[in-house]
């Protein structure tokens, strides 16, 4: 079992700045990728941005530019640098972790953007 805490959550106003963190228990199995996911009200759950084992990352088309994802192996921590934030940002922000064991969530920390 894998425990995520995700942190750095909290109200900024539009074309501020945030940086998520998620820090992960160790993992009994290698650790295939982690990702960001959010949700806002009435919405689905989407993919913000992934990194690989490898170091590769991927984004949403919603965020490129303004978003980035890494990731610190030793602290087995990964982070979500997020900036140019508009309203349309506005969610909870959730960890995931991917091993052979499964899947393995945060609790989510909200992000809000308003003025």
């Known amino acids: 079992q894998v425990q995520l805490v995700e942190s750095g959550g909290g109200l900024v106003q539009p074309g501020g700045s945030l940086r998520l963190s998620c820090a992960a228990s160790?993992?009994?199995?290698?650790?295939?990728?982690m990702d960001w996911y959010r949700q806002a009200p009435g919405k689905q759950r989407e993919l913000v941005a992934t990194?690989?084992?490898?170091?590769?990352?991927n984004y949403a088309d919603s965020v490129k530019g303004r978003f980035a994802i890494s990731r610190d192996n030793a602290k087995n921590t990964v982070y979500l640098q997020m900036t140019s934030l508009t309203p349309d940002d506005t969610a909870v922000y959730y960890c995931?972790?991917?091993?052979?064991?499964?899947?393995?969530w945060g609790q989510g920390t909200q992000v809000t953007v308003s003025s």
């Open positions: 990194i690989t084992s490898s170091g590769s990352t």
């Open positions: 995931r972790l991917w091993n052979a064991g499964g899947n393995y």
């Open positions: 160790r993992s009994r199995f290698n650790i295939i990728a």
